[in-house]
Nanobody
């Protein structure tokens, strides 16, 4: 069974840093696009950063210059380095991945979410 397992959330002061990790557990054929999304109560889930299997990245405007998404294809793991965190970054962060579990069998998978709280 394929799962995305997130780690690295927590409480940090404004201006601080956190690094989120998302590892694909279970046997897969290949991971394609992966990304981080976030959601706050009463709001829709929004895309924060995405990365293709080739390493091309996209960021939402509010995190450009502060967040960096990266991946280790050998470990099937994606990371989100978050610097200069602001209170408005507080949210539950979710990892998403487009996974080819077996050749020709594709699916979109979500992690369980990890809480990031930015507060003094």
């Amino acid at each position: 069974q394929v799962q995305l397992v997130e780690s690295g959330g927590g409480l940090v002061q404004p201006g601080g840093s956190l690094r989120l990790s998302c590892a694909v557990s279970g046997s897969i054929f290949r991971a394609y696009g992966m990304g981080w999304y976030r959601q706050t109560p009463g709001k829709q889930r929004e895309s924060v950063a995405t990365i293709t299997s080739g390493g091309s990245t996209r960021y939402t405007d509010s995190v450009k210059g502060r967040f960096t998404i990266s991946r280790d294809n050998a470990k099937n793991t994606v990371y989100l380095q978050m610097n200069n965190l602001k209170p408005e970054d507080t949210a539950v962060y979710y990892c998403n991945g487009e996974i080819e579990v077996n050749p020709g069998s594709f699916g979109a998978y979500w992690g369980q979410g990890t809480q990031v709280t930015v507060s003094s």
